[in-house]
């Protein structure tokens, strides 16, 4: 088979699976209301680290010692 044919083989494959997660995902978050809280409780730890890690690098001293994770 040739290279180019293998490359939109692979490309097409990646679009199958990336089709089907994200089918899934949604059939959970719409049939699962635990699966909603899981993601809203992500989002906010995700953007307390966020917070966390950008205090951590903007400033010359070591304020990550002062911070307490809540």
């Given amino acids: 088979?040739?290279?180019?044919?293998?490359?939109?083989e692979?490309?097409?494959f990646s679009l199958v699976v990336?089709?089907?997660v994200v089918?899934?995902?949604f059939i959970a978050y719409e049939s699962s209301p635990?699966?909603?809280d899981g993601l809203e409780e992500g989002k906010q730890l995700i953007a307390k680290s966020g917070q966390y890690s950008y205090a951590c690098t903007t400033l010359p001293t070591?304020?990550?010692t002062q911070m307490s994770l809540q």
Avoid: E, V
């Fill in 34 to 36: 635990g699966f909603r």
């Fill in 10 to 12: 692979k490309i097409a």
């Fill in 18 to 20: 990336l089709s089907a």
């Fill in 1 to 8: 088979m040739p290279h180019r044919y293998q490359l939109l």
């Fill in 23 to 25: 089918c899934s995902t």
């Fill in 62 to 64: 070591d304020p990550c």
